[in-house]
């Protein structure tokens, strides 16, 4: 062999292995928790700081029409890790919390549907394939750190398509789920935690000369609210006198500035090792803001965690990868949960088991550049969250609801009373004003494409609660 054509045979090999890297970029999926649309400086709250999340948004596309696909943690990260709508993953709530509550239950005209139960506990199913296991089936790497909330042991993170996976819960003092004694400083909050076992991971991934994807579903801003003492201190200092802003917000704003320190730690170890050309990250929050006494996150949105008004389930969404991914652009399509799952096998070029079903839309050519809209008619929720009734008023904090958005009219079923409300987003995204009366046309179809997605994903109907005061009477 001439040493001419031994060069030639180097020069294909280094091709081929740059263009399997091409076709296989790293994935870094960040997931805040109970971050609201309005808890970032980039998307227009002036009081946050937030500038690591920022420069993502100015180096790659964010989304105006953000939603999460419930408007609690459990039932919306399993629609994440699924890619399917509520009734298909069957994790249906955080916890079945009217059982404990006699007042709530005995005015439930109907019992919602059971949480997914094994003989393990309550969780994800393993039998559904988790975006993790497609992408290792695929040629990843794939490890987990931070909030799981989907089920221990056999539903445990280590059991469903990650190589590497820690559960952590908790800020100060937290808690790792593991059945291996893992040690932790008693001092070290919890998002710098995992972040430290996020970049080792990232940095032996690059070492294995390896495509990985790591998932880093941080517990900020979750409460308990625990800030550093440093941040808090910062805020109270720069916003003394301000009586716009409470000592919960406050506590906010730090808890942000915590987690925006992360990512920031996260991208710096991409940059440190040469891969941010092939390296996807995605910052996603998993559901609205809960509610604080100056309601700061989010505003101007009515509603908030635990709610399907646009508070409680529109999100902040930013994709990144350079030279794909058209900075400082900007979708105003709807995107879902649902769509992150195949919307990263299309960017990784990762084979999906064609019998596994999607309820998401593929959402990369719009980051790609190659088209504009989105393809589906609708997107749905239901919720199914019996809270706290009360008697003075005749009513639920939360009940039963199924929710439509189409054509940016969005109807909301109350389960419990048989009723309808309509608003007309285009006109209204606060949702002030109810139109149900004026658009009876647009009821009926709404319906009708209601149900016909009922019977499309399996829908539980409900069923007659037997400890309802008026039980009888039914």
Not at 138 to 149: D, M
Not at 290 to 308: A, C, I, M, S, V
Not at 451 to 468: D, I, V
Request: proline residues 5%.
């Amino acid at each position: 062999m001439t040493k001419k054509l031994w060069y030639i045979l180097i020069l294909l090999c280094f091709l081929n292995s740059f263009a399997q890297v091409q076709e296989k970029p790293n994935v870094v999926f960040i997931i805040a928790d109970d971050l609201g649309i309005n808890a970032l400086h980039a998307y227009g709250n002036e009081f946050v700081e937030s500038p690591n999340i920022d420069q993502l948004f100015a180096e790659g596309m964010h989304f105006t029409n953000g939603y999460s696909s419930d408007p609690t943690c459990a039932p919306s990260r399993a629609s994440i890790m699924s890619g399917q709508y509520v009734p298909r993953h069957k994790v249906y709530r955080v916890a079945d919390r009217y059982k404990d509550d006699p007042k709530t239950i005995k005015n439930m005209k109907f019992l919602p549907p059971e949480v997914n139960r094994s003989s393990d506990g309550k969780g994800l199913s393993p039998e559904k394939i988790t975006i993790a296991e497609v992408l290792d089936q695929n040629g990843y790497l794939t490890a987990g750190f931070g909030k799981w909330h989907l089920g221990r042991k056999s539903m445990a993170m280590e059991n469903q398509g990650f190589d590497e996976a820690l559960e952590v819960t908790g800020h100060y003092n937290f808690k790792i789920h593991s059945e291996t004694t893992i040690e932790k400083p008693d001092s070290l909050y919890s998002s710098d935690f995992i972040t430290e076992k996020g970049i080792d991971f990232m940095k032996k991934s690059v070492e294995d000369q390896q495509p990985f994807f790591l998932y880093m579903p941080y517990y900020l801003v979750h409460k308990p609210l625990e800030p550093k003492p440093e941040y808090l201190q910062h805020f109270q200092k720069k916003y003394d006198g301000n009586k716009e802003l409470s000592k919960e917000d406050l506590a906010v704003l730090a808890m942000i500035k915590s987690l925006d320190e992360n990512v920031g730690q996260l991208t710096k170890a991409i940059q440190d090792l040469n891969i941010e050309k092939e390296t996807i990250v995605i910052f996603v929050s998993d559901n609205g803001h809960y509610k604080t006494d100056g309601e700061l996150f989010n505003r101007p949105y009515r509603g908030y965690k635990g709610q399907t008004f646009e508070g409680g389930i529109r999100v902040p969404y930013i994709f990144k990868w350079p030279g794909k991914i058209a900075e400082n652009s900007k979708s105003e399509q709807p995107i879902i949960h649902v769509d992150l799952y195949p919307t990263i096998a299309g960017l990784t070029n990762s084979q999906i088991d064609e019998d596994y079903i999607l309820d998401g839309e593929n959402l990369s050519p719009i980051l790609l550049g190659e088209a504009e809209e989105a393809k589906r008619e609708a997107l749905i929720w239901e919720y199914t969250n019996y809270a706290r009734y009360n008697e003075n008023l005749d009513k639920f904090a939360s009940s039963w609801v199924n929710v439509i958005q189409k054509d940016g009219f969005k109807m909301t079923e109350d389960v419990e009373k048989g009723k309808y409300q309509l608003y007309n987003l285009n006109k209204d995204p606060y949702e002030e004003e109810e139109v149900s009366e004026k658009y009876p046309e647009i009821i009926e179809d709404l319906k009708n494409s209601l149900e016909a997605w009922k019977m499309e994903t399996g829908y539980e109907k409900p069923s007659l609660n037997k400890a309802f005061k008026n039980y009888n009477r039914n």
